[in-house]
């Protein structure tokens, strides 16, 4: 017959073992919860649209980044509030935990931006802001059928940009 030994383990090394299979599932599991945006996107709608300081549509095409803040540059196609510009920079915090948009170079939108005090204009993923629809039978078409025309409308074209 083997004889079988005893073995003492003390309250603190089941502690540090319970820590440690907690730490290890945190990580596993729980991620990026410190950098996690956390709020509330009012409605998509003209009224909540309109209350904001510029409204257009266009495409992302250059980044800069500054400190802690992504700087955009958008060709833009259309405005149905602000000032026309052409090329418009919008400003988002850049990163996740700040509710920063995340604009990807190429793509299309619909910026509903407001007035900032370091940069012209901010948007959040809190905001309005939302990608261009690619379904004429979204939400966000009907949204921006209900905008009307816009004030000015630009011919997109493939001239190259810099700041």
Known sequence: M???????VSEADLRRVAILCFL??????????SRACSCIRPPLTVDNILTRDIVFAGIAVQLN???????FLFKVKRVWKGTPRKMIMVATDRYGGACGMPFKIGEKYLVVAKDGQTFRYTASSCGLTCGYPKDPSSRVAAVIEELGEPIV???LDDTPYKW
């Open 153 to 155: 409308e630009y011919i």
């Open 24 to 33: 290890i599932l945190i990580s596993a599991f729980g991620g990026d919860y």
């Open 2 to 8: 083997l004889a079988r030994e005893r073995h003492d």
């Open 65 to 71: 980044e500054y400190k802690y803040k992504n700087v």
